[in-house]
């Protein structure tokens, strides 16, 4: 079978296309033919050993993958072979075939496209457990989203109006906040042009913004703090932008702001009930119609790489999805 390796720990150009054996379901486990696998700003990070996880040499990048169940493994119910289904991996989706254990995989809506399914676990898993596990975001309450043009922002957007907030999109462009207006944010902010801290006050009628979701860090994130109001809370969902940011702590203090860290990846071991509940209200906001992932672009396997480029070099509004 076919698989896009990162066989030395580096940038985009360095991955490889390679034939290496099909894999084979042991007990309990599946074997998934691949469909679409969808990539993330981590995958940009994970391949430079730059993200939480350190993956053995050789891998496959790619978090999330759909695709259909060709054989299991002893005690599993052979009536599953066919089933459509969607998993979350951490890494490994870019390629033919993958094994996952049987709990693992997620039956997939009728009527979506494998290039909508592979593309949900991570950025709405992500975005509706920082909203509704983490920040608790009540129907009526304010939500200040930054880099809402993005993959997560974009959830981010979505999920919010869907929880019934007042959506205010944060981007550095005209061209961005247009896409974040279509996918039903209230209000938008380019803070590239404009006072991030006054606009997101003035927005709110100076009482400041309920809840801020941030993946990007860096120079904005001090400015969106500033604009929570009494009783905020400040979602730090990851650095985008490759700063850190250094926040006053004082200012946290002022307005008893709660600042709320978001690692999904380890929440869904630590709770996969909530997992469980959280992944059963976007799948059936996807089967109502409701929720559908913007594609920003697919791109074939031996493509991997310069799709990875595109979202490292910040050229992606929305997914990015490898079709197989």
Known sequence: MRAVLCEAFGKADGLVLKDIAKPMAGPGQLLIRVRAAALNFFDTLIIEDRYQYTPDLPFSPSG???????????GVDPA???ERV??????????DYVVVREDEAIGMPDGLSFE?????????????????SRARLQRG????????????GLAAVEIGKLMGARVI????SDEKLELCRQHGADDLVNYSSQNLKM?????????????VYDPVGGDFSEAALRATGWYGRFLVVGFASGTIPKMPLNLVMLKSVDLLGVFWGEAIVRDPVEHARNMSLILGWVASGQLKPHLHQTYPLEKTAEAISAIANREVRGKVVITL
């Open 199 to 211: 606009d997101l006050k003035r927005l709110t009628s100076g009482k400041g913004v309920d809840v």
């Open 169 to 172: 999109a944060c981007a550095s």
């Open 86 to 95: 969607l998993c979350y991996l951490r890494w490994g989706g870019a390629r």
């Open 116 to 132: 909508h399914a592979a593309g949900l676990m991570i950025t709405y898993g992500t975005t509706i457990y920082a909203l509704r």
């Open 80 to 82: 599953r072979i066919g």
């Open 141 to 152: 309450e304010s939500l200040a989203v930054m880099g809402a043009s993005g993959g997560v």
């Open 64 to 74: 999330e993958i759909s695709g259909e169940i060709e054989a299991v493994g002893e």
